[in-house]
Nanobody, 120 residues
Framework: QLQASGGGLVQTGGSLRLSCVLS????????LGWFRQAPGKEREFVSA????????YYTDSVKGRFTISRDKAKNTVYLQMNSLKPEDTAVYYC???????????????WGQGTQVTVSS
């Protein structure tokens, strides 16, 4: 099970940190990713981190602004989002995979979404 939290309403330029706890599984085996979906748009693969935590992926639009990390002791993956823009507004989902973490189609365990709204 994946449980995401941390969404909210923030002004342009603000920050949020999303958290996602993986329970009932062997946390260290999974690659973990964040996806987002804005109204009327397709789901987008935003960021991911491999099972060891030493390799990451970011989509171009968030590079330099978002940071993904994981805490083995807390079975948690984080997405620190800085310099937020209105176009970051979306429902954000965390997901897990035992396969290659950079391939979005490999994610097969999903959490519920958390809404992020960035006001202009």
């Amino acid at each position: 099970q994946l449980q995401a939290s941390g969404g909210g309403l923030v002004q342009t330029g603000g920050s949020l940190r999303l958290s996602c706890v993986l329970s009932g599984r062997s946390f260290s085996r999974f690659g973990l990713g964040w996806f987002r979906q804005a109204p009327g748009k397709e789901r987008e693969f935003v960021s991911a981190i491999n099972y060891r935590g030493d390799n990451t992926y970011y989509t171009d639009s968030v590079k330099g602004r978002f940071t993904i990390s994981r805490d083995k002791a807390k079975n948690t993956v984080y997405l620190q989002m800085n310099s937020l823009k209105p176009e970051d507004t979306a429902v954000y989902y965390c997901a897990a995979t035992l396969l290659y973490f950079r391939e979005p189609e490999r994610y097969d365990t999903w959490g519920q979404g958390t809404q992020v709204t960035v006001s202009s």
